[in-house]
């Protein structure tokens, strides 16, 4: 679950909430999100061609416990399902946008670059050449780098000019992934409706639910 920060200012404001007031209506228990997402992971796999949004979903905040109290955030929240595997994959282009396979082979954008050039060489005629990009990392995640057990992951999104909200369709377009803990960090651009290589689009390292406070 990502919580996204306001467009504005770049924040994450944690609220103390008493659990007791919310509706009994509303609570989520955490075997009904498991649920959810095998459903839609296994409704994504299956289904051809891909609908990349079906494991994607806004509208949940969650509410975590700390220090004895209970929080919760009003920011956007983007809840992501991931399959998590250690599996040896050479191309890159065997890859979705919902596995993230710390075997796989690394191929990170400044490979994608090199060969980009390579297939520019071999057709000249921009009308004849492969779109490479895409068919390499376009609505996939690949796998771009590991160091210290944390895997990078990146992926080309899909151009979406007529469906709300976008980040539905693109999600995190960049994470970090430590086995045992998560994702860690992403890059949201669509979020803050920044282009995929905007030089602003930055990571978004995990807000620490370790540091918060109550409020003075």
Not at 5 to 21: I, K, L, S
Not at 82 to 106: E, H, I, M, S
Not at 170 to 198: C, Q, R, W
């Amino acid at each position: 679950m990502a919580v996204l920060p306001d467009e504005q200012t770049g924040q994450v404001t944690w609220q103390a909430v008493d659990v007791d007031t919310i509706n009994s209506r509303i609570k989520l228990p955490l075997e009904a999100v498991l649920q959810d997402g095998v459903t839609n992971l296994l409704a994504y796999k299956r289904q051809l061609p891909r609908i990349i949004f079906l494991t994607r979903r806004l509208g949940w905040q969650p509410v975590i416990k700390r220090n004895g109290r209970y929080w919760t955030t009003q920011n956007e929240v983007l809840t992501e399902y991931f399959l998590v595997r250690t599996q040896p994959l050479w191309f890159a282009a065997f890859a979705d946008n919902v596995t993230l396979n710390c075997g796989a082979q690394p191929f990170s954008p400044a490979d994608l670059v090199a060969l980009q050039k390579r297939v520019a060489a071999a057709f000249p005629n921009p009308a004849t050449r492969p779109n490479v990009a895409f068919e390499v990392a376009g609505a996939k995640l690949v796998l771009a780098s590991s160091a210290q057990q944390v895997y990078t992951f990146w992926s080309i999104p899909v151009e979406v000019f007529d469906a709300a909200p976008e980040i539905l369709y693109t999600g995190a377009v960049e994470l970090k992934f430590k086995p045992g803990v998560g994702v860690i960090s992403g890059k949201y651009p669509k979020h803050f409706h920044m282009s995929n290589d905007n030089g602003y689009n930055t990571f978004f390292d995990t807000v620490s639910t370790e540091i918060i406070s109550s409020p003075k």
